[in-house]
């Protein structure tokens, strides 16, 4: 069984930078979105930036310009690095990935708090 493993958060200052990875357990499957979504404490958890498997991307507008999704289709692994960071970025950070083998896959990792100080 596939699993998500992420690594990385943590707290620090606004303005500062953070780098959020994720990596799927097996490196047989064929992933074809993988992306990072946000949950804050009282709102619905959105999505943050994704990036297929052929590599077009898409960020939510709150971070464009400042969060960039990488990600290396042989090792299914995906990144966030996350730069000039704010307050408002401050949420529990969780990877997703999808794909098709015969079934529809949605898969989630567990969960990476990030807090942004002021």
């Known amino acids: 069984q596939v699993q998500l493993v992420e ?3 943590g707290l620090v200052q606004a ?3 953070l780098r959020l990875s994720c990596a799927a357990s097996e490196t047989t499957v064929s992933i074809n979105f993988m992306g990072w ?10 999505l943050v930036a994704s990036m297929l498997r052929g590599g077009s991307t898409s960020y939510a507008d709150s ?3 400042r969060f960039t999704i990488s990600r ?17 970025d401050t949420a529990v950070y ?4 999808r794909w098709t083998d ?3 896959y949605n898969l989630w ?3 990476t708090q990030v807090t942004v100080s002021s």
């Open 94 to 97: 969780y990877c997703n990935a």
């Open 109 to 111: 990792g567990q969960g």
């Open 7 to 9: 690594s990385g958060g």
């Open 15 to 17: 303005g500062g930078s």
């Open 37 to 46: 979504y946000r949950q804050a404490p009282g709102k619905q958890r959105e």
């Open 63 to 65: 971070v464009k310009g």
């Open 72 to 88: 290396d289709n042989a090792k299914n692994t995906v990144d966030l690095q996350m730069n000039s960071l704010k307050p408002e």
């Open 102 to 104: 015969y079934v529809n």
